[in-house]
């Protein structure tokens, strides 16, 4: 392969380094373009973009392939842990027994919240979403970490992550409870990191929830699937904030705001109310795909279509195959897994959807696995978030080793008014 490409431009030939990548993915740097030529590059969504070199995740959207540092996703899904996969991606390989106690320990160690913390819930109204307390919420425990606002050995590192991984799972839990008006339950030191959360959310100060082996195993299972996932929206939105030298809890903080919208991680929500409404209606899954094609339609068949993947999320194989498991271990029926089964069905063999290599995402199965778990519709996309703290941890990690590592500024090409003069208000 040449290790050069050429671009003509207003007659110049100018030379430009190619880029390969451990999996031969290729790459033309521009990083010279502008002071070279004049150009900017315009890619409106970055579908062509790469705005970074990674060492974390790796995605062939055209096979439906995702690993973690290697690792296909299916042996992680079948062997891992979310605690063990966790650190995987942030440190780059499997830990030893020792190196997965100590992190076990430090999870523990951090669970509990800053008790003035708890005088914050207060201030939130009794509907805030919880996606907003969230985002709210690790920014402000960033003010009880002072130490924590330079990052300068790996140890402190560790303690950081450590410390944002636990306590996400018990302010996700506290919203909650302060949502349905529910005192806040204590982590208990003597349950795993699920089953705590599970505890969290379920018990009550006079009966302890002691969740089925099998919910337990599903948290696990949704959490490890969502623990990373290359340069998706929120996870650009964590380096862009990262590389102004920002630290871990503001950058993850604004992670969670991007990933609240229907388009991203809110698209969980976003399918099983669509899944609600056609239930609800009555309307044939035929009907329903004919209205999502329709001209000018602007609804869409949600938990369909991805950016990268071109093929199916394997994520949504082993989650489709998880909520079929679990929902008859647990002999629970719901209405819902049929109607999406249906709609699956339906639009993998209508040709809008094949022309358009639009599949099931992650998002199409997970809400059903949570629904089962007795998870509120409204905790959803916070469960995405709890799952995804690992890969804003490690992406955060990588432009803060990173020696090079610029501000990220892209740029823009001006399409408003040319200069004119200031009107006074009294000719205007
Ligand atoms: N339903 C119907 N049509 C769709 C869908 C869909 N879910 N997704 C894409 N299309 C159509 C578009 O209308 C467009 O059609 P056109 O060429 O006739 O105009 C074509 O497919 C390409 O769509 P784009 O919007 O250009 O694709 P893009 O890569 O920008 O979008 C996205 C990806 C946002 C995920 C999109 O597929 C979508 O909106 N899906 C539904 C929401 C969803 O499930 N999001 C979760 C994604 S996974 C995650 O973030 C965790």
Excluded at 318 to 324: F, G, S, T, V, Y
Excluded at 402 to 411: E, F
Aim: charged share 25%.
């Amino acid at each position: 392969m040449s290790q050069t490409c050429r671009i003509e431009l207003d007659g110049k030939s100018h030379e430009f380094p190619l880029v390969e990548g451990t999996e031969r993915e290729r790459a033309i740097d521009i990083s010279t373009l502008r002071d070279r030529t004049g150009y900017i590059t315009l890619d409106d969504g970055y579908g062509n973009t790469g705005s970074c070199t990674s060492s974390i995740t790796y995605i062939d959207g055209d096979k439906g392939i995702l690993r973690y540092r290697g690792i296909p996703i299916e042996q992680l899904a079948e062997h891992g842990t979310f605690v063990e996969t966790a650190w995987l991606v942030i440190w780059g390989r499997l830990p030893t027994a020792d190196e997965l106690q100590r992190f076990r320990t430090r999870l523990t160690t951090n669970e509990m919240l800053h008790e003035s913390l708890r005088s914050h819930f207060e201030g939130f109204p009794p509907n805030a979403h919880p996606m907003a307390i969230l985002s709210a919420m690790i920014n402000a425990m960033s003010c009880y970490e002072p130490e924590m606002m330079e990052i300068e050995d790996e140890r402190t590192l560790e303690r950081a992550a450590a410390r944002i991984i636990s306590k996400v799972r018990t302010i996700a839990a506290a919203s909650y409870k302060m949502s349905i008006g529910q005192p806040l339950m204590y982590p208990r030191p003597d349950f795993s990191y699920c089953k705590n959360f599970l505890h969290m959310m379920f018990s009550v100060p006079y009966n302890d929830y002691d969740p089925d082996p099998e919910i337990n195993r599903a948290l696990s299972l949704f959490l490890i699937l969502h623990a990373d996932h290359e340069q998706n929206c929120s996870t650009s939105t964590v380096r862009m904030v990262a590389s102004s030298g920002a630290n871990m809890f503001a950058s993850c903080a604004a992670g969670v705001c991007a990933l609240w919208g229907p388009l991203h991680g809110g698209a969980n929500v976003a399918v099983v109310e669509m899944l609600e409404f056609i239930r609800q209606s009555g309307m044939s899954v035929a009907d329903y795909v004919k209205r999502v094609k329709a001209k000018d339609s602007k609804l869409r068949l949600m938990g369909f279509g991805h950016r990268v993947y071109r093929n199916f999320d394997p994520r949504s194989k082993i989650l489709k195959a998880a909520a079929d498991k679990m929902l008859a271990k647990l002999n629970i029926q719901d209405p819902l897994l049929e109607i999406a089964g249906e709609l699956e069905d339906v639009a993998l063999n209508d040709p809008y959807f094949i022309e358009r290599k639009l599949y099931p995402n992650v998002d199409f199965y997970s809400g059903i696995i949570m629904r089962a778990m007795g998870i509120p519709l409204n905790m959803f996309t916070v469960m995405f978030a709890m799952g995804r703290m690992p890969g804003w941890i490690a992406n955060w990690k990588e432009i803060h080793d990173n020696p090079k590592a610029r501000l990220q500024r892209p740029r823009q090409i001006y399409t408003g008014e040319n200069i004119h003069d200031y009107v006074p208000l009294s000719q205007r």
